[in-house]
Structure formats: structure tokens, C-alpha cells
């Protein structure tokens, strides 16, 4: 079984930034895609981004293109995700995912991963 554990959510202003964490543990962490989703009250859990599993290939939703940076240090079992120029419709709940494998790549689809911390708020006000 896999815990993913994230944080660094929280209530900022509009242009501020924010740096998410999401640690793992319970398998080797170097073997597993990770992802980051999130999910806005009344609306579906959507994609943010992923990487692989070396770190050398990432993915973004057109969204958060330009603004976010997802990154990953194998030897702390962490994912990151760096948040720049923030806006309100930023403001959701940031999900850490774990899983995947290399016949899907980095993929922006849910169902790929596995595994999924509790999630982190992030707020942004205008």
C-alpha cells in the first residue's frame, strides 16, 4: 500500500505563489508516475500535471502552463508542485497521485493512478 502525504496549501492573494509537497511511502517511489490533480466545490476533479519517473518528462494543463512547475526528488520520496501567479479560479482542492506506468506515459487520465493522499486546500483570493 502507498501513503501519499500532501502539503504547503493555504490562503494567498492573487500573483502570490505557493509550493505544494506530497511525500510517499509504502513503495518504492522511484518506480511510480506522479500527478497532481484538483478539484474546485461543485465542479469534477481535473488534471494539473504529471511527471515520470525519472523527472525528465512532465505534462500540464493548458490552464496552469507557464505558471506551474511539477518536480520530484526520488531520494526524499517527494513531488512537487511549485504554484506561480496564482488566480482565484486556482482555488481548489490539490490532490497527489501515485501510479501509473510507462504503457500510458504521463497521462492526465485519473483512473491511471493508483493511489491518492487526502488532499491540500489552496485558496486564492482576488
Not at 17 to 29: D, E, M, N
Not at 82 to 98: G, I, R
Amino acid at each position: 500500500q502507498v501513503q501519499l502525504v500532501e502539503s504547503g496549501g493555504g490562503l494567498v492573494q492573487a500573483g502570490d505563489s505557493l509550493r505544494l509537497s506530497c511525500i510517499a511511502s509504502g513503495r518504492t517511489f522511484s518506480s511510480m508516475y506522479m500527478g497532481w490533480f484538483r478539484q474546485a466545490p461543485g465542479k469534477e476533479r481535473e488534471f494539473v500535471t504529471a511527471i515520470n519517473r525519472s523527472g525528465g518528462t512532465t505534462r500540464y494543463a493548458d490552464s496552469v502552463k507557464g505558471r506551474f512547475t511539477i518536480s520530484r526528488d526520488n531520494a526524499k520520496n517527494t513531488v512537487y508542485l511549485q504554484m506561480n501567479e496564482l488566480k482565484p479560479e486556482d482555488t481548489a482542492v490539490y490532490y497527489c497521485a501515485a501510479g501509473g506506468n510507462s504503457a500510458v506515459g504521463v497521462s492526465p487520465r485519473d483512473g491511471v493512478y493508483a493511489y491518492w493522499g487526502q488532499g491540500t486546500q489552496v485558496t486564492v483570493s482576488s
